[in-house]
């Protein structure tokens, strides 16, 4: 490969893919085209779909477009990539065929809700664009009854979310004095909480939910869900209103390319390359395994220190140099409350013998911080 006109092209334009355009165009030389596709023509950061569910923030308001980023001299094609065809180094959508020299892929995941039978009828998915201003408003209106929030595969991405997301409509119900009135239980297929971060943070975790009357209920892997009534491997609930997590899967080009097995993510080790040449896969498309039973969590945090890791191998590899940069795992989330408070689990994935992980106590600070997460990095990347 020469140094004259190297096309690095982009697969999804969110946390890892816009991380990785920028890195790149900060540091490669300018015979480097980098070209970054997206299906959608805008960015919104996932953790602002809490905030629409409180009603501090609004859709249409929160979105920025992603051709911005042409100002900086990245080319940004808006097409769905039906295809990647590795030993051609090509890359197909509707309208073209196009080529790369290097290729990171960072489609992040899709939410399978088919494959629990009655979820789309029954319940609103919590992480879908289309439903959490639906939820906004049912929360408004509920008055009594049964709430129930599922998580039902894993791994999900944003291991906290789906907590905030309760601690935010316990706040919104207390704001409208009908707590009392409502019962919130919350189910789950891992034992504990937050499996990831460890007993010791998942029991604190627990507290802060018993401590607004919120029931845990782990060990429930959910199988169907009917009008009003969850199905699980063992046994049966019934709900009134239902907020579920629903699994997850690749995109359909990942398992056609033979990148990862049907049902599973493309697995890395934490140089983030894949087994074809000059390809990489970052962020939650991937599976990086930690221990036997550990994987890195599907974090933002997370996508954009791999896209940043990756970016710095490519910029060496293409001057001759060696690729130095390893995804170091450090990183954290933040777990809001609902309140104007904040916690944060700290971690430290790589951490020997075992993952390190801290669930700083909750602070307005803390709060202001995630809220500076997401004004820094739309400065920064587009
Ligand atoms: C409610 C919620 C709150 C969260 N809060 C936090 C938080 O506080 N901190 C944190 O670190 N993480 C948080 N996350 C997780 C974080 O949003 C994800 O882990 C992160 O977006 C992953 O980045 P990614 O680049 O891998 O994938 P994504 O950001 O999902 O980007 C993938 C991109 O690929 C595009 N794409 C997919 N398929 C195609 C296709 N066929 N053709 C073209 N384009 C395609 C998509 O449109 C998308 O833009 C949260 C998630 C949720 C749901």
């Not at 009534?229 to 033979?258: M, Q, T, W």
Request: overall charge neutral; charged content about 25%.
């Amino acid at each position: 490969m020469s140094d004259q006109s190297i096309h690095v092209l982009i697969l999804g334009a969110g946390f890892g893919g816009l991380a990785a355009a920028n890195e790149l165009k900060a540091s490669a030389r300018s015979n480097v085209k980098i070209t970054v596709i997206d299906k959608k023509d805008w960015f919104m950061m996932d953790l602002v779909k809490l905030w629409i569910i409180k009603g501090t923030r609004k859709f249409e308001t929160s979105k920025r477009p992603l051709n911005s980023i042409t100002r900086k001299g990245i080319e940004f094609l808006n097409e769905d990539v039906i295809k990647i065809e590795p030993q051609k180094q090509t890359v197909v959508t509707p309208t073209r065929k196009i080529s790369y020299d290097y290729l990171i892929i960072s489609l992040g995941v899709e939410l399978a809700s088919e494959k629990i039978p009655g979820l789309l009828d029954n319940g609103m998915i919590l992480y879908d664009i289309n439903d959490v201003s639906k939820i906004h408003e049912k929360i408004k209106y509920l008055k009594s009854g049964k709430l129930g929030f599922a998580i039902m595969g894993m791994p999900y991405k944003c291991p906290p979310a789906p907590f905030e997301a309760a601690f935010i409509i316990n706040t919104m119900l207390k704001e409208a004095g009908v707590r009392d009135a409502v019962q919130i239980d919350f189910y789950s297929p891992a034992p504990l909480t937050l499996p990831i971060a460890g007993p010791e943070v998942s029991q604190q975790l627990l507290e802060l939910l018993k401590s607004e009357n919120i029931t845990f209920h782990g060990l429930h892997k959910t199988i169907q869900v009917e009008p009003n009534k969850l199905k699980f491997e063992n046994g049966e609930r019934e709900f009134d209103l239902l907020i579920a997590v629903p699994p997850h899967k690749a995109p359909k080009s990942v398992y056609d390319s033979g990148l990862a097995k049907e049902g599973e993510f493309i697995n890395v080790n934490r140089d983030c390359k894949t087994m074809f040449d000059n390809v990489y896969a970052i962020g939650d498309v991937t599976s990086m395994k930690v221990t036997d039973s550990i994987v890195v969590p599907k974090a933002g945090i997370f996508a954009e220190e791999q896209g940043i890791t990756v970016a710095r191998n490519i910029i060496a590899k293409i001057i001759h140099e060696k690729e130095k940069a390893v995804f170091d795992g450090k990183g954290g989330c933040f777990v809001e409350l609902g309140t104007n408070q904040a916690g944060y689990v700290e971690v430290d994935m790589f951490s020997k013998p075992t993952p390190l992980t801290l669930l700083k106590s909750p602070t307005i600070q803390h709060m202001q911080e995630k809220e500076k997460f997401e004004v820094d990095r739309l400065e920064k990347w587009l």
